[in-house]
């Protein structure tokens, strides 16, 4: 069974600051993992996926398949960060579907 | 293009009604998934589909709701008989299909059952 874990309800930090959310997975097959983020109002919009490699508006997150874990990072967060940030994971092998955790509620304070 | 576009955005029944979620794709996706947010929860997957087949429907509550996605026109979440605990955000996504493809999400139907 897939099961994501965001141990995480609400980080607060300062702008400036570094920020980390973290993220675990349960999964016995090749997984691909993603972050989304939801803005106040707006739809849910994905973030980065773990194929890509890539930075997103400062954000990285690496897969580390022996701890099971796919966190977010940010070294300065900014306040437009705050938001609503939802790790999911899917396979082909599960049609696609996404299995997410249950969010962090990042808060940016100036 | 306008993006999966969901209505209506809020939808109020009294216990005992019927509430049906209309869902529209974006243009060139064939694959729509529906998900529910209760409160205080994360989304959890209820249905996958393709025009005019189910392909998983493995998170559906095994009575009242159902879903399809016909041929034309947008996909159905229906819910039968409400009860106060499908209170919920209701959000569609759709993709191109299979394969690790980008699932673009609706702005999401807000049910509340009074």
């Known amino acids: 069974a897939q099961r994501v874990t965001q141990p995480e309800k609400l980080l607060s930090v300062f702008k400036g600051a570094p920020v980390e959310l973290k993220c675990n997975y349960s999964?016995?097959?090749?997984?691909?993992l993603f972050w989304y983020v939801q803005y106040s109002r707006q739809r849910l919009q994905l973030l980065l996926r773990?194929?890509s490699r890539e930075s997103i508006k400062g954000f990285t997150a690496d897969l580390n398949k022996g701890e099971t874990s796919f966190h977010l990072k940010k070294p300065f967060a900014q306040e437009e960060d705050s938001a609503m940030y939802y790790c999911a994971l899917t396979s082909a092998a599960a049609g696609n579907k996404l299995t997410f955790g249950g969010g962090t509620r990042v808060l940016v304070k100036p | 293009n306008a993006g999966v576009m969901q209505n209506p955005r809020h939808l109020v029944r009294r216990r005992g009604q019927e509430a049906r979620l209309r869902c529209s794709p974006m243009?060139?996706?064939?694959?729509v998934y529906w998900y529910r947010q209760l409160p205080e929860e994360g989304l959890k997957f209820m249905v996958y589909?393709?025009?005019?087949?189910?392909?998983?429907e493995s998170g559906m509550p095994k009575e009242r709701f159902s879903a399809e996605f016909p041929k034309e026109g947008p996909s159905i979440l229906r819910i039968q008989q409400v009860v106060r605990g499908d209170s919920a955000a209701y959000f569609c996504?759709?993709?191109?299909?299979?394969?690790?493809?980008?699932?673009?999400f609706g702005q999401g139907t807000r049910l509340t059952v009074v």
């Open positions: 999964y016995s097959g090749s997984p691909e």
């Open positions: 589909l393709q025009k005019e087949n189910i392909i998983d």
């Open positions: 243009k060139g996706h064939s694959h």
């Open positions: 996504a759709s993709s191109h299909g299979q394969g690790a493809t980008e699932a673009f």
């Open positions: 773990h194929i």
